[in-house]
């Protein structure tokens, strides 16, 4: 087993597209995904799973139905399972995401933004 | 239950001590914890738990048995369970950590860096 680290910058310079997450490493069944957000995504939520949005560099609107979290680079905010949220990002913005590796990106919804396979980074 | 983001920059602005780490989140029965480091923590292994090590600031080596790996801000570490390591700073450095929520900083050792029991931040 080789120990690496891991450098952000230069796996989300490898990511050309936005909303489809990249398994960037796995530890106790959670994995650390990276992505690119830009535009508006889809109102869902996970039945089962809580979700933490660490952004990287820029910033996104995370809306809920109550209220709208602006999430700059350096912060971080969890959605607990069941919560509906939309991110919404005016600007491109890298996020990484830790979950459990069961997580499906648009929760119980299913349509073409929908990934169940994601890349290795 | 109220759903607020964390800005990393105030919480580590509240750590005011070496090796102690703080809970900043916690979700899937996995925890978020802050921490800064400086000069030498012991070696030392967790048998159950995955570790992964996110440098928010500054530059810390991780002194493996076959390697040492020099971790800086904007990238991070997984040490997988049963893995020997010692995290060694020589500049203080910032540091989120994803592991269990059982993980004892010092791994199977119990000694005068032992956390037991972390606050919360």
């Known amino acids: ?7 952000l910058s230069e796996k989300f310079a490898q990511i050309g ?15 650390v995904k990276l992505a690119k957000f830009k535009g508006e995504f889809i109102w869902h939520h996970h039945e089962h799973e809580d979700e933490l949005f660490l952004v990287i560099d820029g910033s996104f609107q995370m809306e809920l ?16 399972r069941g919560v509906e949220h939309r991110p919404v990002a005016r600007e491109e913005v890298q996020v990484l995401m ?3 590796a069961t997580t499906v990106n648009t929760g119980g919804l299913e349509n073409e933004l929908t990934r169940h396979r994601l890349e290795k980074i």
Chains 1, 2 share one sequence.
């Not at 087993?1 to 450098?7: H, L, P, V």
């Not at 912060?75 to 607990?80: A, G, T």
């Open 98 to 100: 830790f979950e459990p």
């Open 1 to 7: 087993m080789s120990i690496e680290k891991i450098i």
């Open 65 to 80: 139905r109550d209220k709208t979290i602006t999430v700059s680079a350096g912060e971080f905010l969890i959605i607990p």
């Open 17 to 31: 597209d936005f909303w489809n997450p990249r398994i960037a490493g796995e530890l106790n069944q959670q994995q």
